[in-house]
């Protein structure tokens, strides 16, 4: 019998990406409310450096950005893939205007979804942004995140380009369905 290791923790996913837009000078970072940006959410209202605004809706995200940009600032949104769809018109700003967009988006509707009306937009969002000029990175693994958070700010700063980050379902974990009685 031979003992093992236990397994390591999870890499700190929303961690690794705040780290990330910190260090690329990100100070403005615009949401609407989502459980599965909960951690990353919360680092950015702990951070006086950092302005974090709550949005009514997903595409005020875009003209946040944009108006950043604009004042000499970069700003992240925060969505999720059911959000998406309430962008398109807007996302038309970013290559008219040539300008710099990051986006970290929640995904819903693939693995273990619970709700049915999350599959379409889920199966639609990363073709949805394509179409609108976006270009489209999924985050499948923890480990990667920062990484890739890094790389994603790196090529929408630096290139003027707008970029969405897709973070799969199976990273946030499985949504369950609650009753309050």
């Known amino acids: 019998m031979t003992v093992s290791d236990p397994p390591s923790p999870a890499p700190d996913w929303p961690l690794a990406i705040y780290q990330a837009l910190k260090a690329a000078d990100v100070r403005q970072l615009c949401y609407v409310p989502d459980a599965g940006h909960s951690r990353l959410i919360r680092l950015a209202h702990d951070d006086p450096a950092i302005a974090a605004t709550v949005l009514t809706t997903e595409e005020e995200g875009i003209a946040l950005s944009a108006g950043a940009w604009l004042g000499g600032q970069r ?88 970029i969405a980050v897709l973070i799969a379902q199976r990273m946030i974990g499985a949504k369950k369905w609650t009753e309050s009685r």
């Open 75 to 162: 700003a992240v949104l925060l969505m999720q893939s059911s959000g998406v769809g309430n962008c398109v018109n807007m996302l038309s700003l970013l290559s008219s205007c040539r300008f710099p967009f990051l986006s970290f988006v929640t995904m819903r509707g693939e693995w273990a979804e619970f709700n049915p009306w999350q599959v379409a937009m889920g199966k639609a969002t990363q073709a949805a942004f394509e179409i609108m000029g976006v270009t489209v990175f999924r985050l499948e693994r923890p480990e990667d995140a920062g990484e890739m958070a890094a790389a994603a700010a790196r090529l929408a700063y630096d290139s003027d380009q707008p």
